[in-house]
């Protein structure tokens, strides 16, 4: 017989109602994704788990207070709020979020993108020369595009959220990394 697992708007639903198993539930089911958010920014272990823990508090009194409409997809809805906590964090602990990223794992982060690997001792040379090359030439950029620019590819933030971590607008934030592309292609 297969065993049913409800809907995470069936939980909620459930949760609204008074059961607070429900909302357990939904705890177990989304802390490891959540956790990994704050962790992606850097944040320490036991940060990271607080920070879960904290945001689950949130999430549940925003639920109660029907906050939560049916119609949002669980996972983004609470994604959001893990992002936005994050990058809050980061600012209350006034880090310098470009500190948080080597330029080459976001060069080389998707798995098409990455260097071909040899066996040659010659090649491995020249791998390690061109990383260094783009780690170089990334950090030459202003600070304010280079943090664009590891936001954006190492992070995979959006643009607005970008904006939001360096108080600008959006199309500030666009044009900061059309200037940082420019330049690096400039350097290169």
Same mark, same amino acid.
């Given at each position: 017989m297969e065993k049913y697992y409800p809907s995470d708007s069936e939980l909620v639903s459930q949760y609204q109602n008074g059961n607070n198993h429900s909302f357990g539930l939904l705890y177990r089911k989304h802390f490891t994704t959540i956790f990994k958010i704050f962790y992606k920014y850097q944040i320490n272990k036991e940060e990271s788990k607080d920070l879960s823990q904290e945001l689950?508090? =949130? *999430?549940?009194q925003l639920i109660l207070q029907?906050?939560?409409?049916?119609?949002?997809k669980f996972p983004q809805w609470i994604g959001r709020i893990a992002n936005n906590m994050a990058i809050d964090y980061?600012?209350?602990? =006034?880090?310098?979020v470009t500190d948080l990223f080597d330029p080459t794992e976001f060069y080389f982060s998707n798995e098409n993108d990455s260097l071909p690997t040899s066996e040659s001792k010659e090649d491995k040379i020249i791998e390690e020369e061109i990383i260094k090359f783009v780690r170089d030439k990334v950090q030459e950029l202003d600070s304010e595009q280079k943090q664009v620019l590891l936001l954006r590819y190492?992070?995979?933030?959006?643009?607005?959220k970008i904006a *939001?971590?360096?108080k600008v607008g959006v199309n500030t934030a666009l044009g900061r990394m059309r200037y940082a592309l420019a330049n690096l292609r400039k350097k290169m």
């Amino acid at each position: 017989m297969e065993k049913y697992y409800p809907s995470d708007s069936e939980l909620v639903s459930q949760y609204q109602n008074g059961n607070n198993h429900s909302f357990g539930l939904l705890y177990r089911k989304h802390f490891t994704t959540i956790f990994k958010i704050f962790y992606k920014y850097q944040i320490n272990k036991e940060e990271s788990k607080d920070l879960s823990q904290e945001l689950f508090i =949130k *999430v549940g009194q925003l639920i109660l207070q029907k906050k939560y409409l049916d119609d949002q997809k669980f996972p983004q809805w609470i994604g959001r709020i893990a992002n936005n906590m994050a990058i809050d964090y980061l600012r209350k602990k =006034k880090r310098d979020v470009t500190d948080l990223f080597d330029p080459t794992e976001f060069y080389f982060s998707n798995e098409n993108d990455s260097l071909p690997t040899s066996e040659s001792k010659e090649d491995k040379i020249i791998e390690e020369e061109i990383i260094k090359f783009v780690r170089d030439k990334v950090q030459e950029l202003d600070s304010e595009q280079k943090q664009v620019l590891l936001l954006r590819y190492y992070a995979n933030l959006s643009f607005k959220k970008i904006a *939001v971590l360096q108080k600008v607008g959006v199309n500030t934030a666009l044009g900061r990394m059309r200037y940082a592309l420019a330049n690096l292609r400039k350097k290169m």
